[in-house]
């Protein structure tokens, strides 16, 4: 039971390190991220509420007080990461963190149900 616990909390908090990155990036560099946005063709004006749901998802993975809210954390992260992924490929950058982002977000999430089970 110790493995999928290690493994749980590994995959949580590098996730959790990820989607903090890029809320910071968001804050710090808004012009340049708000760039991004405009070379890709998206509205720039969900730049800021972006980067603060990323860090409500993250207190949410955090937590895991709320079971619905908590799902709807894991969701809208993983919509997130797979959108960042087509935006990185179409914008030829590379796409080898949002690959990690999403393989340690299932993880977390399937191990999450097995160590962590928020029906009790």
Same mark, same amino acid.
């Given at each position: %039971?110790?493995?999928? $616990?290690? &493994?749980? +909390?590994? /995959?949580?908090?590098?996730?959790?390190? !990820?989607?903090?990155?890029?809320?910071?990036?968001?804050?710090?560099?808004?012009?340049?991220?708000?760039?991004?946005?405009?070379?890709?063709?998206?509205?720039?004006?969900?730049?800021?509420?972006?980067?603060?749901?990323?860090?409500?998802?993250?207190? %949410?993975?955090?937590? $895991?007080? &709320?079971? +619905?809210? /908590?799902?709807?954390?894991?969701?809208? !992260?993983?919509?997130?990461?797979?959108?960042?992924?087509?935006?990185?490929?179409?914008?030829?950058?590379?796409?080898?963190?949002?690959?990690?982002?999403?393989?340690?977000?299932?993880?977390?999430?399937?191990?999450?149900?097995?160590?962590?089970?928020?029906?009790?």
């Amino acid at each position: %039971m110790k493995v999928p $616990r290690i &493994i749980y +909390w590994i /995959t949580t908090i590098g996730i959790c390190a !990820i989607m903090l990155y890029s809320a910071q990036m968001y804050f710090r560099n808004t012009e340049m991220v708000e760039g991004f946005f405009k070379a890709l063709d998206y509205p720039i004006y969900v730049v800021v509420p972006l980067a603060v749901l990323k860090i409500c998802a993250i207190l %949410m993975l955090l937590w $895991r007080g &709320i079971p +619905w809210l /908590t799902e709807w954390a894991y969701a809208g !992260i993983f919509f997130d990461v797979v959108l960042a992924a087509a935006a990185h490929y179409k914008a030829d950058h590379d796409i080898t963190l949002t690959l990690v982002a999403l393989v340690l977000l299932l993880a977390s999430y399937f191990f999450g149900k097995e160590v962590r089970p928020m029906y009790r």
